[in-house]
């Protein structure tokens, strides 16, 4: 992918435009495709050309599934129940490639399930995700780790939103004790 930045001679100065490409390019791809950059070929006169190389990350497949597999441990740590993953790869204009659904009894439970997924993916992957939300009133938290994303509900908030159904063209994978069974 090439992006081209117009500067107009009498505001072109190397270092400055280079700073304020860099820095425009890296806020807009990482926002709008959330994902980790190399920077392939960078290319600077009156107008600044960028060429960047989009990668999720190495192996990606490789990393999603050690990622999926820290989360349900972290998830079965505190005794999260109800553990289903939905495969979005199939998909057109999803968002990320995982949605991991649980749920826990109590928001104390909520919490304690978000912070055990925290601290397992970060002990082994030393990652972490990129926004968590909904920790304060703890009925839905979601947690995003740009290519997974975990929802942790209590049992009536999951009930209520439904998201399987509303991901209904997902294939849909039931986690229990360890193995995962479709």
Sequence with gaps: KSFKLDVPDKFFKKSFVEDVALSLIKYIINTIFRTKLIYKTIQFNKFAIIKVQNIYMSENKKNNEALLALIIEGIENVKGENITILDLRAIENTACDYFVICDGNSNTQ????????????????????????????????????????????????????????????AKITQVTSNQQTQ
């Excluded at 970060?122 to 938290?141: I, R």
């Excluded at 994303?149 to 998201?163: A, G, L, P």
């Design 110 to 169: 909520v919490n304690a399930i978000s912070g055990a997924v925290q601290r397992t993916v970060s002990k082994e992957l030393k990652d972490k995700p990129w926004h968590v939300e909904g920790t304060e009133q703890a009925n839905w938290v979601l947690m995003d780790y740009i290519n997974i994303v975990v929802h942790i509900f209590q049992k009536e908030t999951r009930e209520y939103y439904n998201i399987e159904d509303l991901w209904g063209d």
